[in-house]
């Protein structure tokens, strides 16, 4: 541990030793960021992989679930959201919030297992 460093934990010295421990400590909080970024093996492609191909995948679960959810509940002449009820509603939110985590974590693991495929393919 340097002086600056001991100056700055002990609580001795003056606030300039302080201010320039204060500085290092960040300077190496910065350099293990800046390492940890360098040797991640995804790339800003793989990166963009992982999150689209879920949220895309999310967002077309949602108007599916909507989709069959109209044609299941349209059996009666002048059935529309507005007369559904809260029941109805309910079980709307919470099979679509179902449905559309279930298919999301789906796509999140498969793009992730392509990613690493596209990895060890390229090793």
């Known amino acids: 541990m340097s002086d600056e460093y ?10 300039a030793d302080r201010v320039v421990a204060g500085f290092h400590a960040i300077d ?11 040797n991640d093996p ?6 963009l992989i992982k999150y689209l191909i879920p949220t895309c ?3 077309v679960a949602g108007k599916l679930f909507q989709t069959l959810w109209n044609k299941g509940t349209a059996r009666k002449p002048g059935t529309d959201a507005q007369q559904q009820g809260l029941l109805m509603s309910l079980l709307f939110a919470a099979g679509s919030a179902a449905f559309g985590a279930v298919l999301t974590q789906l796509a999140d ?4 297992a392509w990613v690493n495929h596209r990895h060890n393919r390229r090793d």
């Open 42 to 47: 995804d790339s800003m492609g793989d990166k």
């Open 57 to 59: 995948a999310g967002l």
């Open 6 to 15: 001991a100056a700055y934990a002990g609580g001795s010295g003056t606030s």
């Open 109 to 112: 693991r498969g793009s992730k």
């Open 28 to 38: 190496e909080r910065v350099n293990a960021m800046r390492e940890q970024r360098l």
